[in-house]
């Protein structure tokens, strides 16, 4: 069974930092790319950046580019995402999720699996 669990999320005034991490299990991890979705209340479900099985292609959502990295150790397996540099409207249900294409899509409907979510608030 496909599980990912996400953790690292919390409260954080604006301009700190928080390391999300999604422990992955139930596949092979290092056959599969990885991202991370946000969900703000009222809006739609949006991908925020995606690495590919052998950490050598990212994508970033123009709203994160240069404050959010993504990076994954295919050993433990965890995939993570630093977020530097936060704003208040970073805040959101962030997720991680994969899908049995190795390709990354902008579209939540293309995934396969999901992670349960995790909270990220970013306020003064």
């Known amino acids: 069974e496909v599980q990912l669990v996400e953790s690292g999320g919390g409260l954080v005034q604006p301009g700190g930092s928080l390391r999300l991490s999604c422990a992955a299990s139930g596949f092979t991890f290092s056959h599969y790319y990885m991202s991370w979705f946000r969900q703000a209340p009222g809006k739609e479900r949006e991908e925020v950046s995606c690495?590919?099985?052998?950490?050598?292609?990212?994508y970033y959502a123009d709203s994160v580019k240069g404050r959010f990295t993504i990076f994954r150790d295919n050993a433990k397996p965890i995939v993570y995402l630093q977020m530097n540099s936060l704003k208040p409207e970073d805040t959101a249900v962030y997720y991680c999720?994969?899908?049995?294409?190795?390709?990354?899509?902008?579209?939540?409907?293309?995934?396969?699996?999901w992670g349960q979510g995790i909270q990220v608030t970013v306020s003064s």
């Open positions: 690495i590919d099985s052998v950490d050598d292609y990212t």
């Open positions: 999720a994969t899908r049995d294409d190795p390709n990354c899509s902008d579209s939540e409907e293309d995934y396969d699996y």
